[in-house]
C-alpha cells in the first residue's frame, strides 16, 4: 500500500567527500523532472531513477567502491529529505564503519533580494515551481519563506532594498537573522544591467559579511545574455560570483515573443554548490 517516491541521485566528487543529491529538483518546460548532473556513475543507468529503499545497499556499494579512494574513507554529504537521510545512515551503519562512510546532513537556506521592482517576486514565483511548487508561506523574523515538508530547501525573500543608510541597515539585519537560520545562498536581483556604484557596494558587502555564502546575481528582465558577462566584469574583484541571465517570464515585444529562459541554470548554480 502506499504512493512510492522516486528521486535522482546525484554525486558531486571532491577528493573524498561525496555530495548526493536525492530530490528531484529541477522540471523543464514540459514539466519533467531533471537531475542537477549527469557527472556521475550512479547519476546514469540503472540509477538514475529509483528509491533508497529500493537499490540502497547497492548505492552505497558501488559508492564505497568508485570513490572510496586507497580506502581512505569517505564523507557523505547528503543533500534530500530527513526520511531518506535516516534510511541512509541506517544502512551507513548497517554495512560500514565510520571510518570507511561517514554521513553529513545538508540543508539550503536560499535568501532571494534586490532593490524594489527589481523583479525578485517573480523570479522566486518561477524557482519554487520548478522546485516543486507545494511551499508553505510563512514568515521568519518578518522574513518571508516558503519551506515544503521533508524538503532540504528553505526559500526567503527579503524585502526590497531601496538605497539609503537605514534601508542597507535593515537588508543587512535580516540577512544576519538568516544566517542565524543557516543560510547558505543569495540569489541578488538586478532589474536592468546598468549597476550603480552603491548596488555595487550593495554585493561586496553581503560578500564581506557573509564570505561562506555563495553569491548568485541574477539578471530579472534580460533580453541580450552578453549583459551577463558585462555586468561580471563589473566585479574584477569577486572571480567566484556568478552572473546568470534570467527571464521568470514570457516577455512580448514588437519584435516578437521572448521565452523564459536561464531558471534551470540559476537552479543549477545554488543547488549544485555546498
Known sequence: G??????YYTLFLVKNQLFVVTEPFI???KSEWIPVSNASVLSRSSFIRTTLQKNGEQILKNINEIYNIAGDGLDLHFFG????????TDLVEKKFSAEDICC???????????RLR???TTLLTTLMERSGNDYRSTQYHNIWTGIKEDSSITWCELP???LGKDNLIAAAEHLKKLTALGLTD??????TSKTEDAEKNIIRHIQEHHPATNIVIALTRCVDEQDASIVRNEFPDMP????????????????????????DRLLHAVISEK
Do not use: Q
Open 104 to 114: 553529513h546532513p545538508m540543508k539550503k537556506v536560499i535568501a532571494v533580494l534586490g
Open 240 to 263: 567566484n560570483l556568478k552572473v546568470i541571465a534570467t527571464m521568470a517570464k514570457e516577455l512580448k515585444t514588437r519584435g516578437g515573443t521572448i521565452a523564459p529562459y536561464g531558471i
Open 81 to 88: 529529505s530527513d526520511n531518506d537521510y535516516k534510511l541512509l
Open 2 to 7: 502506499g504512493t512510492v517516491s522516486y528521486y
Open 160 to 162: 526590497g532594498i531601496d
Open 118 to 120: 527589481s523583479g525578485k
Open 186 to 191: 543569495i540569489i541578488y536581483c538586478f532589474g
Open 27 to 29: 522540471k523543464n518546460e
